[in-house]
């Protein structure tokens, strides 16, 4: 059982937006602004597309956007296009000792 | 363009030790933390493992702590993970990353295999 909750799978239509929700606890996503978000295609290494809740790295389409409120991120993906199809991770900065939680991920279809 | 590039997984009987490797280049490695972290087969991704920049601070997931130690050569660019006392829970592609110490990875290398099976 992960430390984050995600849900396990989202679809869209080529187009749309999507939203993917991240829900953790006071000791992780409720108290630092430290969460990043990940995808990952089959067979292939999870990439960096949000960080610190909000940023996104040099390259990233500014498609990917990311918020937070309260325990809860969300990674918001506005014009869905086919090659967003992936599976999408959220990961949470939790203190000196854990360091690090993920979600467990989920599956992003676009139809 | 950085690159890191992992080495050494393989199959390994339960009880056994493996060494990997991690091969970066394209920055500076020495000014950078470097971490561990590990996906199982259709699961999710666990960190395991980091290691400061200069090898002063290394700390560990509970769920390899004693078995697994981290170590880096900032000489020849390299990160490594030794890891003990095999389990086949401990079955996964492991990947090595670019860590930021407030908590995110970028990037990741391609990851290396490692089962544990009998």
């Known amino acids: 059982q992960s430390a984050l909750t995600q849900p396990a799978s989202v679809s869209g239509s080529p187009g749309q937006s999507i939203t993917i929700s991240c829900t953790g606890t006071s000791s992780d996503i409720g108290i630092y602004n430290l969460v990043s978000w990940y995808l990952q295609h089959p067979g292939k290494a999870p990439k960096l597309i949000i960080y610190e809740v909000t940023k996104r790295p040099s390259g990233v389409s500014n498609r990917f956007s990311g918020s937070k409120s309260g325990n809860t991120a969300s990674l918001t993906i506005s014009g869905l296009q086919a090659e967003d199809e992936a599976d999408y991770y959220c990961c949470s900065y939790a203190g000196s000792i854990t360091y690090v939680v993920f979600g467990g991920g989920t599956k992003l279809t676009v139809l | 363009q950085v690159q890191l590039v992992e080495s050494g997984g393989t199959l390994v009987k339960p009880g056994g030790s493996l060494r990997l490797s991690c091969a970066a280049s394209?920055?500076?490695?020495?000014?950078?933390?470097m971490s561990w972290i590990r996906q199982a087969p259709g699961k999710g991704l666990e960190w395991i493992s980091y290691?400061?920049?200069?090898?002063?601070?290394?700390n560990y997931a509970d769920s390899v702590k004693g078995r697994f130690t981290i170590s880096r050569d900032n000489a020849k660019n390299s990160l490594y993970l030794q890891m003990n006392s095999l389990r086949v829970e401990d079955t996964a592609v492991y990947y090595c990353a670019k860590t930021y110490p407030s908590g995110w990875f970028d990037p990741w290398g391609q990851g290396t295999l490692v089962t544990v099976s009998s």
């Open positions: 290691i400061s920049s200069g090898t002063t601070y290394t």
């Open positions: 394209g920055f500076t490695f020495s000014d950078y933390y």
